[in-house]
């Protein structure tokens, strides 16, 4: 029994991470799941920088007593997603802070009401009326209603 | 040696892949952050088989532990920590709170 291609499933393994991580950035209405897609989406797109680097047979880069191996894969995608890995984690720290500034602020994370809240919001500090949106059929008719009666 | 790494490829691969589907779909938010975690462990073993232990490393500390804490120390912030119960019954519930730890 012959396993399948080593390259073919890291590609499956990479694309369908960011696959999935970006999908979940689409639909998720929570605003911790769609910090968790994107944690999802760096990993899958750090495993595909890595393959870039990768070559079959290789041996790690780590040279012993001066000398280099004959084939070894490449280092600086590995320096690269090695500070992407912390880079990564520090943003993920800050959307957090980020969220929870907002729950104590609007005190709900979902990004429905959110949208409402920050509509409203924005409308009132730019002295604005406010814009159209999914809810402006429940609004037209009071308008209507109220320059007609006047 | 190189038909191991393939079936330690595979095994990893599923796991990532399944996890990864898992964050998206469970309904606990502690839960969701755990498979976050498993796929990271995920990487980190094909990071091994890439022949990069130190990306292996880091993605297995940092990727997994460190950001695992730092999400579930949000979560009791947010009140979301709770495993009894999906998120939208926990906050009511004040009495079964006593077995989780």
């Known amino acids: 029994m012959t396993p399948p291609d080593i390259g073919l499933m890291l590609f499956t393994a990479a694309f369908g991470l960011v696959g999935i991580g970006a999908l979940g950035i689409v639909m998720a209405n929570h605003l911790v799941r769609i910090v968790l897609s994107i944690v999802l989406l760096e990993t899958g797109a750090n495993l ?8 079959a047979g290789a041996v790690a880069p780590i040279i012993v007593d001066g000398v280099v191996p ?14 992407a890995i912390v880079i990564g984690v520090a943003v993920q720290a800050f959307m957090m802070t980020l969220v929870l500034r907002l729950y104590t602020v609007y005190g709900t994370l979902d990004i429905r009401e959110l949208r409402t809240h920050l509509e409203r919001d924005l409308a009132k500090a730019a002295g604005v009326p406010l814009p159209g949106s999914a809810d402006a059929p429940l609004d037209v008719p009071a308008t209507v209603m109220r320059k007609g009666g006047s | 040696m190189e038909s191991l790494a393939n079936w330690i490829v595979l095994l990893a691969t599923v796991i990532m892949l399944v996890g990864a ?81």
């Open chain 1, 70 to 83: 004959a084939s070894m894969v490449d280092p600086v995608p590995q320096a690269l997603v090695l500070t």
């Open chain 2, 21 to 101: 589907v898992a964050v998206l779909v469970l309904q606990n938010y502690l839960a969701a952050v755990a498979a976050t975690s498993v796929v990271s462990l995920g990487a980190a073993v094909i990071f091994v088989v890439l022949r990069a232990p130190d990306v292996a490393l880091t993605e297995a500390a940092v990727g997994a532990g460190l950001s695992g804490v730092i999400m579930a120390l949000c979560l009791r912030r947010l009140g979301l920590h709770r495993i009894e119960g999906t998120a939208a019954s926990a906050p009511q519930a004040g009495a079964d709170t006593d077995g989780d730890s």
């Open chain 1, 48 to 55: 595909l920088l890595m393959l870039s680097g990768y070559r």
